[in-house]
């Protein structure tokens, strides 16, 4: 596609003026070697794909001490940037790590190969057979943080499932990821599978990513991962399908009938285990008549090195929660902080995680089975939960593998993606001659 | 949401000066009314949306003679608009049509519901039960062309699946589809539902597209039936979700080893059973080798009244066929019009296609099984076939129901989307106090 090629770049000219004629004319070449390669990738056989996963484990534990000292150049141009520590801990390789991401390599391989399922199959009155099968989406553009980690398993579930990945992690990250790319490219070629099918974008620029959200022909499928800005830069600038990634404004929800050692075991569990990840539970919400719970909770929760802010009820209850403004309700902290509401009943519950949540994932704890079963159908968000903590909102923990992260999106995947929610599907119909009356 | 509606509002002004001030208002309001009547009809019972489609149904037929003036009043402004015959004949009504919209209602309300269906299910090891739910989309706008028998069509289907619709057919159909819009409502309120889960955009003016179009807090996906020109703007404009319809460039493809009489019958009735739907073959692509069979299928369709341009060598096999330019191979005639080009092999075929298609639906013939593989595994389409007619791209002929088109999107639905397409999904996750380790 030479002309469509040569208009995305003349397109790119004019828009994106700050990046040189020399980025312009390499991201327009990676975006056709990319194509190439995911018609490729789209028909190679599971052997060979898990074959290219295993080699570019290999390749990242060989190649450790050059992603280390990749990873250390990027730690120290962060450091001098002022970085916030979760930031900072979030780019940080270390050995432990490199193998955390060989070892997810392998958990990909060893998933069931999505492409070529067929998902439903039959036959009509006249003879036709009809097969619906898994195809994959073609070439996926990826947008996310400066973690590292992320470059190996979103590559990695992209190639598990046929497709050719286009990688743009955060800034930060530039030298790491690249680093990791090339691991996963030398593994591809390693199974006689091109290398391009999965590449990163070759600047840092920002307006990089303003160019990539142009390239509609070369890419089918966009995945940004991160806050609201972004998902709505790109859903604005972009003509590209979006598979939209929010992080999670998360709540739990302890109803008058919750269980007190429950929603004091969840509560913490589900702040505080891991308050970075988008999982995290940002806001407790807890009826009125459930007040009697809270002071336990917040106990554990500043036992365990959390900072807590309250409405005016919850203030009354503890004086060291400090006061939550409006703007708490619609935060996602991402860090050892929670935002405590005091509500009146299961539907003032259900219409604030309606308004402020991010259709994520939330919680009910509760020993009414009616009230819960109103919150999984009245919730509108990706993950309903009911005594369980926001924390399991993982695709590993659903039994799924891997995955690039929970779609906050409606269509297309909702929830954890993994390998098979990177496919489409085609019709297969196979007559004898058969014409329509 | 007053906030972001009053922000509808005010870009809606600046963008969209043409409209005045009552119009603009009066789509902000719809918009806030479908918001609020989704929630409703995404919870209400199967039993309750069946009646809805039944009394809609009933509303059609009592309204008939209503339904044939408006009808002649757009069929009056359309000629003198000197419309193709082709759009004449879509925009016209008679009895025997409404009475296939209230059937065609009525067949939906026979459908399963497929809103609460659990797609999957499973238990972890950890005791968490998990199920992946159906549910609505929410809020869908669907513009079409100027066909008032797809206004039934579609608002049957998005309430079927307990969406909400604002619904844009083309502006020559404006007075048939109020009045069949008008039914459909009747029908909601009859059944005691909202009667704003199915509304028209209140004014014909194009302008009222871009406003549809910068709706993103009311409306969850766009549903574009129709040409490129269309699905492009739409994409390009709107950061809503889009399913996109394009029109058919669908293909016959006749390989070297096709069966004679198949190839006969089975062209001529892609072309000819009906040319203006999507799923009619636009090109015949024809081996060298099987040039022989070429004659017979030129006679059958010259009979059937069929206009055929060719490439120089199909030329040279009947002089009445007329030189095909280059813009044929990317033309959707939907009329009695079919190009005809001469290939080499298999391979150059596949090429074809994927470059000049549209992703719809393409068929080969032939009696060879390792071709025909090949064919459908490469061909990058929403349907492929082998041995039969592409006529059959139809929801129904699959065996799915009504359809509101044939998506040729790679993302959430690809080929019929019919009710179970028009939703999305969520997990539910039931515990009994888990937390992360």
């Not at 070369?218 to 806050?227: M, N, Q, Y």
């Not at 990634?245 to 285990?273: Q, S, W």
């Not at 590993?396 to 995947?413: D, L, V, Y």
């Amino acid at each position: 596609m030479p002309s469509e090629a040569a208009h995305s770049l003349a397109e790119a000219s004019s828009e994106y003026g700050s990046l040189d004629h020399e980025v312009l004319r390499a991201m327009a070449a990676m975006g056709q070697r990319a194509r190439a390669a995911a018609r490729i990738v789209a028909a190679a056989e599971t052997v060979h794909k898990n074959d290219a996963l295993h080699k570019a484990a290999q390749s990242l534990r060989d190649q450790s001490s050059a992603i280390l000292e990749a990873n250390a150049a990027d730690m120290t141009a962060a450091q001098q940037r002022d970085l916030s520590k979760a930031m900072l801990d979030r780019l940080l390789l270390d050995s432990g790590r490199i193998e955390a991401m060989a070892c997810g390599l392998e958990d990909v391989a060893a998933l069931d190969d999505p492409v070529g399922a067929v998902m439903a199959e039959w036959t009509r009155p006249n003879g036709l057979r009809i097969a619906r099968v898994r195809v994959p989406l073609g070439v996926i553009g990826i947008i996310y943080e400066s973690r590292p980690n992320v470059t190996a398993d979103a590559g990695g579930l992209c190639l598990k499932s046929g497709n050719a990945a286009i990688l743009r992690g955060g800034s930060e990250s530039f030298h790491s990821s690249a680093i990791i790319t090339q691991c996963l490219q030398s593994g591809l070629v390693a199974a006689g599978l091109p290398g391009d099918a999965v590449q990163a974008i070759p600047t840092r620029e920002r307006a990089a990513v303003g160019l990539m959200l142009s390239m509609s022909d070369c890419i089918d499928v966009l995945v940004p991962r991160g806050g609201r800005s972004l998902i709505e830069r790109v859903s604005r600038e972009s003509r590209i399908p979006v598979l939209k990634h929010l992080d999670g404004i998360c709540h739990i929800y302890v109803h008058e009938r919750a269980d007190p050692e429950i929603a004091r075991k969840v509560t913490v569990n589900a702040k505080m285990r891991r308050p970075g990840i988008c999982g995290a539970a940002e806001t407790l919400l807890i009826d009125r008549a459930a007040l009697s719970l809270l002071p336990p909770i917040i106990d554990d929760l500043i036992e365990a090195g959390c900072s807590i802010r309250g409405d005016s009820e919850a203030l009354e209850v503890d004086s060291r929660l400090i006061p939550a403004t409006p703007e708490d309700w619609d935060t996602e902290y991402l860090d050892a902080i929670l935002s405590v509401r005091v509500v009146e009943d299961l539907e003032e519950a259900i219409a604030h995680i309606n308004e402020h949540g991010s259709q994520h994932t939330d919680s009910i704890l509760t020993e009414d089975d009616a009230a819960a079963e109103i919150f999984l159908a009245a919730v509108d968000s990706a993950i309903v939960m009911h005594n369980t903590s926001t924390q399991f909102a993982d695709g590993g923990e659903f039994g799924m593998g891997a995955e690039i992260g929970i779609s906050t999106g409606r269509i297309h995947a909702r929830g954890p993606v993994g390998a098979e929610q990177l496919t489409s599907y085609k019709y297969r119909v196979s007559g004898q001659g058969q014409i329509r009356p």
